[in-house]
């Protein structure tokens, strides 16, 4: 599948971001990681490129250059930081600071690919949400702009839509094998294995769980699909869980 496309994944140097990129690689994209640290791993068809998504400016010079570069398809906007906090703990500027992060740079990335996806009538927005935009213990600002990002996807597809370009999300529960979770979730504690046994599905979720919702929407398949929301969550998202 030469002809795949080409796709910036934000975050794909680890985690959730590095399983989705190893599953459009192996649909046959071209796929561009845009990160803070470049991946520990290889793949001809892999460009991996360094930038701190916090940083405006950065995030618009680097996507200007990336478009000007290449004729991107796809953006998968998966990058995200959780900054963990009650509320009397939390600052505004928190809140700025992962707006810029989760809402921002989507924003900015989509503005400079844009363009083409118009040009050719196609293109595929994947955006990375979470099942804490339903609420969270702790998540004042990583809650509030990960809801934010489902309506601000669902806006884009509106607008995208009679151009051939579809918008998702995709919303994860708890998943295991990934730094930011185990910066707050230590990994094989009795936490762990609580969180687990709260789930529905009586398991953690997998990177690869992600990527393959992820790989759905990419699809040409899913052309008449936008504005939706898929948790992958095994069940939280229609129960009760306490992080």
């Given at each position: 599948m030469s002809d795949?496309?080409?796709?910036?994944?934000?975050?794909?140097?680890?985690?959730?971001g590095a399983a989705i990129a190893k599953a459009l690689l192996a649909d046959g994209y071209h796929?561009?990681?845009?990160?803070?640290?470049?991946?520990?791993?290889?793949?001809?068809?892999?460009?991996a490129r360094t930038v701190d998504l916090f940083d405006?400016?950065?995030?618009?010079?680097?996507?200007?250059?990336?478009?000007?570069e290449h004729r991107v398809t796809h953006l998968v906007h998966n990058a995200g930081v959780i900054r963990p906090n009650a509320v009397e703990s939390t600052a505004a500027a928190d809140i700025a600071a992962l707006a810029q992060l989760h809402l921002g740079?989507?924003?900015?990335?989509?503005?400079?690919?844009?363009p083409h996806m118009k040009r050719v009538g196609f293109g595929r927005v994947v955006l990375i949400s979470s099942r804490a935009a339903l609420g969270a213990t702790g998540r004042t600002a990583y809650s509030a702009t990960k809801a934010?990002?489902?309506?601000?996807g669902r806006t884009w597809a509106l607008e995208l839509a009679p151009h051939g370009i579809t918008v998702n999300m995709v919303a994860p529960g708890p998943v295991q094998g990934t730094h930011m979770f185990h910066e707050i979730i230590p990994a094989g504690s009795e936490r762990e294995s609580a969180?687990?046994?709260?789930?529905?599905?009586?398991?953690?979720?997998?990177?690869?769980d992600v990527a393959a919702a992820v790989r759905f929407f990419?699809?040409?398949?899913?052309?008449?699909?936008?504005?939706?929301?898929?948790?992958?969550?095994?069940?939280?998202?229609v129960g009760t869980l306490v992080i």
């Open positions: 795949a496309g080409t796709a910036i994944v934000t975050g794909a140097s680890g985690g959730i796929v561009i990681s845009l990160a803070l640290d470049k991946p520990d791993w290889a793949h001809p068809k892999l460009e405006a400016r950065a995030t618009e010079a680097a996507a200007a250059e990336i478009a000007r740079a989507a924003l900015t990335l989509l503005g400079a690919t844009l934010g990002i489902i309506g601000m969180l687990a046994a709260a789930i529905p599905m009586r398991r953690l979720g997998r990177p690869e990419a699809g040409r398949e899913a052309s008449f699909i936008t504005g939706q929301v898929l948790y992958v969550c095994g069940g939280a998202s």
